[in-house]
């Protein structure tokens, strides 16, 4: 089994910075896409950043510039250094990564983190 655990959430005023962390642990072969989702209240889930296996990333418009995705794969870790937060940053932000477990597998399969909660007093 797999499990995702996330850290790094919390409270933080406006123009400040916080740095997520989720490491994947487990029966793991490889790590295909990694990415950090985030859900504020009322709202859907939406996408952040994501990195793949090849570390391309993409980063959502809304948060371009200010925040940064990057994983270590030696660690089974991705990051999302998250600066000049804003009050419309606050979410609960949830780790995702497609994972292979072993050899025979030719589709990684979808992985959630339980959510870490981000909240940007104004």
């Known amino acids: 089994q797999v499990q995702l655990a996330e850290s790094g959430g919390g409270l933080v005023q406006a123009g400040g910075s916080l740095r997520l962390s989720c490491a994947a642990s487990?029966?793991?072969?490889?790590?295909?896409?990694m990415a950090w989702y985030r859900q504020a209240p009322g709202l859907q889930r939406e996408l952040v950043a994501s990195t793949t296996t090849g570390e391309d990333t993409y980063v959502a418009d809304s948060v371009k510039g200010r925040f940064t995705i990057s994983r270590d794969n030696a660690k089974n870790t991705v990051y999302l250094q998250m600066n000049s937060l804003k009050f419309e940053d606050t979410a609960v932000y949830y780790c995702?990564?497609?994972?292979?477990?072993?050899?025979?597998?030719?589709?990684?399969?979808?992985?959630w983190g339980k959510g870490t909660p981000v909240t940007v007093s104004s």
């Open positions: 487990g029966s793991i072969f490889n790590i295909d896409d």
């Open positions: 995702y990564a497609k994972i292979r477990g072993t050899w025979r597998d030719y589709y990684g399969v979808d992985y």
